[in-house]
């Protein structure tokens, strides 16, 4: 058994890329160490500013997405091998090393339903899929292979409608579970629900209608439980060609 694996670390400084590879050392017999724990290591013994995020280190936070062998994991969780490589996440810009620009997905709602839209009835109880969806966890892992998602990054250059800073243009399966959310919550009024599904067609709905994606990293139905049922509820709304397909 090697005492020791080695990984491929891409950096990022001033905008800059690089690769590093490291030498982990194993911590005890057998050991197949998570990304974070490589990335610790390689932090506390090779590469001290290596910049990376974690938070609770049990896959409940979400902050920790990285890609390993250009598919998103979640680092706390993910075990990686021999000749693994490790890099950001490659559907959102990189601040540094293994840091993403976060924000511009959360911006997306901001302000978007009012917060008069919401009723105060204790007494009420979600349904079942309601319950389902708050096992989100806001990796973002879903990102990866988003058409909608990706129509951020065809905009034409400078097009600051699908920069960051103020909330992409484009939604992605994230923003939409978050819409469906609010449409199953009982609390939220009729009207608060009509513009939650106001707000998925707007952030591209359409891009749905026989997308084969939507992979979520902690195993939610997404397809079915979130973009199956925007898209039975949006109908006609979405370009006709479109709506007609079957999804
Ligand atoms: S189904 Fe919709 S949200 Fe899911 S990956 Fe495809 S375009 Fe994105
Ligand atoms: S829907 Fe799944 S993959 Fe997407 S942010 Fe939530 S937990 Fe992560
Ligand atoms: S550190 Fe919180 S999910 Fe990985």
């Given at each position: 058994m090697p005492d020791s694996l080695k990984v491929d670390i891409v950096t990022t400084r001033n905008g800059k890329q690089d690769v590093v590879t490291y030498d982990y050392q194993t911590r005890f017999d057998k050991e197949r160490p998570m990304a974070l724990d490589v990335l610790l290591q390689a932090q506390a013994t090779a590469i001290p500013d290596l910049a990376f995020r974690y938070g609770c280190?049990?896959?409940?936070?979400?902050?920790c997405t990285i890609d390993v062998n250009g598919k998103p994991r979640i680092a706390c969780r993910a075990r990686v091998r021999d000749g693994d490589r490790i890099e950001p996440m490659a559907t959102l810009p990189v601040l540094a090393d293994l840091v993403v620009r976060r924000d511009g997905i959360a911006r997306?709602?901001?302000?978007?339903?009012?917060?008069?839209?919401?009723?105060?009835?204790?007494n009420v109880e979600a349904p079942e899929d309601y319950h389902a969806l708050?096992?989100?966890?806001?990796?973002?892992?879903?990102?990866?292979?988003c058409p909608m998602h990706a129509r951020n990054a065809d905009a034409p250059a400078g097009d600051a409608a699908s920069a960051?800073?103020?909330?992409?243009?484009w939604g992605n399966p994230f923003s939409l579970l978050k819409l469906q959310m609010l449409r199953l919550?009982?609390?939220?009024t009729d009207a608060g629900k009509a513009a939650a599904l106001d707000h998925a067609v707007d952030l591209g709905l359409d891009a749905c209608v026989g997308c084969p994606g939507c992979k979520c990293g902690v195993g939610i139905d997404l397809k079915g439980k979130v973009v199956k049922e925007l898209l039975n509820a949006a109908g006609d709304r979405l370009p006709p060609d479109e709506a007609a397909a079957d999804n």
């Amino acid at each position: 058994m090697p005492d020791s694996l080695k990984v491929d670390i891409v950096t990022t400084r001033n905008g800059k890329q690089d690769v590093v590879t490291y030498d982990y050392q194993t911590r005890f017999d057998k050991e197949r160490p998570m990304a974070l724990d490589v990335l610790l290591q390689a932090q506390a013994t090779a590469i001290p500013d290596l910049a990376f995020r974690y938070g609770c280190r049990a896959r409940n936070c979400g902050v920790c997405t990285i890609d390993v062998n250009g598919k998103p994991r979640i680092a706390c969780r993910a075990r990686v091998r021999d000749g693994d490589r490790i890099e950001p996440m490659a559907t959102l810009p990189v601040l540094a090393d293994l840091v993403v620009r976060r924000d511009g997905i959360a911006r997306q709602m901001k302000g978007r339903l009012a917060s008069a839209q919401r009723t105060n009835d204790l007494n009420v109880e979600a349904p079942e899929d309601y319950h389902a969806l708050t096992a989100c966890i806001e990796c973002y892992a879903c990102l990866d292979g988003c058409p909608m998602h990706a129509r951020n990054a065809d905009a034409p250059a400078g097009d600051a409608a699908s920069a960051p800073g103020d909330g992409y243009r484009w939604g992605n399966p994230f923003s939409l579970l978050k819409l469906q959310m609010l449409r199953l919550d009982p609390c939220v009024t009729d009207a608060g629900k009509a513009a939650a599904l106001d707000h998925a067609v707007d952030l591209g709905l359409d891009a749905c209608v026989g997308c084969p994606g939507c992979k979520c990293g902690v195993g939610i139905d997404l397809k079915g439980k979130v973009v199956k049922e925007l898209l039975n509820a949006a109908g006609d709304r979405l370009p006709p060609d479109e709506a007609a397909a079957d999804n």
